[in-house]
């Protein structure tokens, strides 16, 4: 950034619209399919029988977004670990030309991994409720709190220590919030697999 002073600016913004767009779909895909909704807005178009050209546009543009975006989204974690390993490799002094290989590798398995997980999967929303209840949780309310305190545990200010309290307030609702989430979205999984067995058993 040419003006590192103002990324807190852009990342206010940028996240403001992006909640606006995210409330939007999410209010407008309840108004339109009701208490029906289903995990993915795209499983509550119909398949079969569908004379509406709107909905083939929609899924079109569905794919595009997805081919689009997948390799943005999918740039952070593989260069995290094309660092990681490829670093491991050169110091222990592999083949040139394994190294070389090993982004393409790396890609090639990462891409697939994904792809395999979404189609062996039979409701992938219910599984990303729970990563979601597991990983965010820690994420935006555990790890950062408890971070804070233990760097400025040495530290007795009257503000350090407020600031401490106030983290560890945060850090309780984290605990609080990944327990009953992830226990809701185990419950959730059990709950299908135990219908879905039932129904087959029959």
Same mark, same amino acid.
């Given at each position: 950034m040419k003006k590192p002073k103002d990324f807190n600016k852009v990342l206010i913004s940028s996240m403001t619209v992006v909640t606006i767009f995210y409330v939007i779909v999410s209010v407008s895909g309840y108004i339109c399919f009701g208490e029906n909704i289903k995990g993915s807005l795209p499983l509550n178009l119909p398949r079969k029988g569908n004379s509406n050209w709107i909905y083939s546009v929609v899924k079109l543009y569905l794919i595009f977004a997805i081919l689009t975006s997948y390799a943005l989204q999918f740039y952070v974690p593989i260069d995290i670990l094309e660092r990681f390993i490829i670093g491991k490799m050169k110091n222990r002094l592999y083949n040139r030309r394994i190294i070389t290989m090993m982004p393409y590798i790396l890609r090639i398995f990462g891409v697939a991994g994904t792809v395999g997980l979404a189609a062996a999967i039979p409701r992938i929303d219910l599984f990303i409720s729970l990563i979601g209840a597991a990983s965010s949780s820690c994420l935006a309310l555990i790890f950062p709190p408890v971070i804070y305190i233990l760097?400025?545990?040495?530290q007795g200010a009257h503000a350090?220590?407020?600031t401490k309290v106030l983290c560890a307030i945060v850090a309780i609702i984290g605990v609080v919030g990944?327990?009953?989430?992830?226990? $809701?979205?185990? $419950?959730?999984?059990v709950k299908y697999f135990s219908d879905k067995h039932q129904q087959s058993a029959a």
């Open positions: 760097t400025y545990h040495n350090v220590r407020c990944f327990g009953f989430g992830t226990y $809701a979205s185990l $419950a959730q999984i």
